[in-house]
């Protein structure tokens, strides 16, 4: 594999993390628990489609032909995504949705934390305009765990259960093959391992003072790199693709 | 599910340095730290604030209506107490 295609797959799964976990956000509008929860998950859906733009636009600079940032956000097919699982997953509840995202804005802090010294000066860029949005969808999942965990008993068994059922996935976020190794050779990224202990750290703290339990051995899932998807990804492409494939080349 | 609902905070917004903080709406949160993130996100995502301020609306100390007449009236008749009688020169702003 050239360092290019390594490169342009490598920004194909920062895009498609930031752009399937904004959409699952999105679909929240209009439907949060209360208006100020409403505005602020749709404010991080908006942050983290800004995200995937940015990703996509470098992505398709590097690919080189002739495709644009939305060729690549919606005209793919789904075995082209190549986000993790964990972002792809269903809402549930307003709990659920906060499980999810604090399980993925510990990873994306630290992640983006190492790509600040990318030798690559546009990925260091991006990562430097998006890690005070990180920073805030930190402390705002965090917190929120803490409340509902430590919550009522209703609101402490709903995130349990989906604390459990989401820590399946987890162990995708440190995922790294051929891909990485090339670029990690060339230090425009890090090892993920470099900071796997610090995530479960961070995380476990959080669900310690939530008075929340982490699974000890929780079967892993993993597929989401290369393609292979949960069955939810489908129906969310569905949606998001509809405009695009109904009316191809439409434009706002 | 209760329906007890969160209480009602103040969110005073600060635009830019030198300039108050400005009431700028309320808002419902459990507690002091989620008033000022769901402030933060629903009064200050156009990048309206440099700073935010939050107070509990039933901290806050309002004056009686019924009591406007004896609180403003007097106010009304002393045109002398305005500086109308100054020219602002130019280049001063936020007056």
């Known amino acids: 594999m050239t360092k290019e295609k390594a490169l342009f797959e490598y920004l194909i799964r920062r895009a498609d993390d930031s752009l399937i976990l904004g959409h699952r956000l999105s679909e929240w509008c209009g439907h949060g628990p209360i208006l100020e929860e409403d505005i602020a998950l749709t404010n991080l859906a908006l942050d983290l489609i800004g995200q995937a733009t940015e990703w996509f636009q470098y992505a398709a600079e590097v690919e080189g032909e002739d495709r644009d940032e939305d060729d690549l956000a919606f005209m793919r097919i789904e075995r082209e995504y190549k986000n993790v699982l964990l972002v792809e997953q269903t809402n549930g509840d307003f709990g659920k949705t906060i499980v999810r995202q604090f399980l993925f804005d510990h990873f994306q802090n630290l992640l983006f934390e190492k790509l600040l010294e990318s030798e690559d000066e546009q990925i260091a860029a991006i990562a430097a305009k998006s890690i005070k949005e990180v920073r805030y969808h930190l402390k705002h999942s965090s917190e929120w765990v803490i409340r509902l965990g430590d919550g009522t008993e209703e609101s402490h068994k709903r995130v349990q259960e989906s604390l459990t059922d989401l820590s399946r996935f987890t162990e995708e976020l440190f995922f790294q093959d051929e891909v990485d190794q090339i670029l990690n050779k060339e230090g425009i990224i890090c090892d993920t391992a470099d900071f796997k202990d610090q995530y479960y750290k961070n995380i476990q703290a959080v669900i310690d003072e939530a008075t929340l339990q982490l699974p000890e051995k929780q079967w892993q899932l993993d597929g989401g790199r290369k393609g292979v998807h949960s069955e939810h990804l489908g129906f969310l492409l569905t949606e998001l693709q509809y405009m695009q494939r109904t009316y191809p080349n439409m434009k706002w | ?95």
């Open chain 2, 1 to 95: 599910m209760s329906k007890k609902e969160w209480p009602l905070w103040e969110v005073f917004i600060r635009s830019k340095q030198g300039l108050s903080h400005k009431h700028a709406g309320s808002l419902r949160a459990s507690d002091a730290e989620m008033a000022i993130n769901n402030a933060r996100d629903v009064y200050t995502r156009r990048s309206e604030g440099v700073s935010i301020w939050v107070v509990e609306s039933n901290e806050v100390v309002a004056s009686d209506p019924s009591e406007s007449g004896p609180l403003f009236e007097p106010a009304n008749s002393k045109a002398y107490r305005h500086p109308t009688f100054y020219e602002v020169p130019d280049g001063i702003k936020h007056m």
